[in-house]
């Protein structure tokens, strides 16, 4: 079954604090996504992964991905309040078509 | 307009109406996807249509059907649809190689949020 599992789905913290948000999947994968969803918007592209040790960094955001052991990091460093959120990785399956799944969602609040 | 542009942005039908969500991509992609989101569960994975054939149907009920005319548009029928069918449906597109194993990423349109009364 294909499976992909965020940690946590909940998660408050305080600017200034750093934090990393899990992502592991259950089957072989070409390629990891990670997205930005603001409340009532639509998913907002932050990084794509394609091969093991990959690491991307944009800002106060990091995503890293280790294929062997199937997961994804995003760790945020010195978190500041536009950075509230919620985070989505996906990853791309062949399974007949290719699709791209969805893990849960982690919902990230950034407390002044 | 560019990206991936959906329509109407919000929606209220009754059980018994008949509606269509619209999804138009201006990227020249040549995959598009519907997924649903609710509100308690993961983006789930709709349909699939490749070079405008649907490639999957992710079990969905037969009171949705999608309709792909060309590579730009993507329609969702909705008919005789259950309060628990409202959720924010998403419309993405993607470009694929020739084989249909390679993808070049995704985009995402803004979503329609239905809601069934």
């Known amino acids: 079954e294909l499976k992909v599992e965020q940690n946590p789905l909940f998660l408050s913290m305080q600017e200034g604090k750093n934090y990393t948000i899990y992502c592991n999947y259950s089957?072989?994968?070409?390629?990891l996504y990670w997205y930005r969803q603001d409340p009532g918007k639509s998913l907002e592209s932050l990084f794509v992964l394609l091969s093991n040790g990959a690491v991307k960094q944009e800002g106060r955001l990091m995503a890293s991905l280790d294929t062997k052991a199937r997961l994804s990091t995003l760790h945020i460093t010195a978190a500041v309040h536009d950075l509230s959120a919620t985070y989505f990785c996906?990853?791309?399956?062949?399974?007949?078509?290719?699709?791209?799944?969805f893990g849960q969602g982690t919902r990230l609040t950034i407390n002044p | 307009e560019t990206g991936v542009t959906q329509t109407p942005r919000h929606l209220v039908m009754g059980m018994t109406n008949k509606k269509s969500l619209k999804c138009e991509q201006h990227?020249?992609?040549?995959?598009m996807y519907w997924y649903k989101q609710s509100a308690k569960k993961p983006l789930e994975l709709m349909f699939v249509y490749s070079l405008e054939e649907r490639v999957e149907n992710n079990s969905v009920p037969s009171r949705f059907s999608p309709e792909c005319p060309n590579s730009s548009h993507l329609f969702l029928h909705l008919h005789t649809l259950q309060p628990e069918d409202s959720a924010l449906y998403l419309c993405?597109?993607?470009?694929?190689?020739?084989?249909?194993?390679?993808?070049?990423?995704?985009?995402f349109g803004s979503g329609t949020r239905l809601t069934v009364v």
């Open positions: 993405a597109s993607s470009q694929e190689d020739s084989t249909a194993r390679y993808n070049y990423g995704y985009t």
């Open positions: 996906a990853v791309t399956f062949i399974q007949g078509a290719q699709k791209l799944v």
């Open positions: 089957t072989t994968s070409d390629r």
């Open positions: 990227l020249g992609h040549n995959a």
